[in-house]
Nanobody, 113 residues
């Protein structure tokens, strides 16, 4: 049994920053890959950034240079700088282990003036 708990969303103005956190706990000692996805209204869920247990990262082109993913054991963070209105979405944490993947409940990020 695995629990995924996200925090850190909110309402910010364009150009501001937010930091999302996600803690995974339960029966799995170490997840192979952890990451963040997002889904805007009327759009499909898309990858934002992922990080594996060795620290290698992968980012969507739209967030490169603005977002930074980091990890401490089974907690993953997403530092989001220079936020834009198009970053508005529900952000979901994902933790993957072997052939299983677990999702958080999502946290809303709204970027608006």
């Amino acid at each position: 049994q695995v629990q995924i708990v996200e925090s850190g969303g909110g309402l910010v103005q364009p150009g501001e920053s937010l930091r999302l956190s996600c803690a995974a706990s339960g029966s799995i000692r170490s997840f192979n890959v952890m990451g963040w996805y997002r889904q805007a209204p009327g759009k499909q869920r898309e990858l934002v950034a992922v990080i594996n247990s060795g620290g290698s990262t992968n980012y969507a082109d739209s967030v490169k240079g603005r977002f930074t993913i980091s990890r401490d054991k089974n907690t993953v963070y997403l530092q989001m700088n220079s936020l834009r209105p198009e970053d508005t979405a529900v952000y979901y944490c994902n933790a993957a282990h072997l052939f299983s993947a677990y999702w958080g409940q999502g946290t809303q990020v709204t970027v608006s003036s």
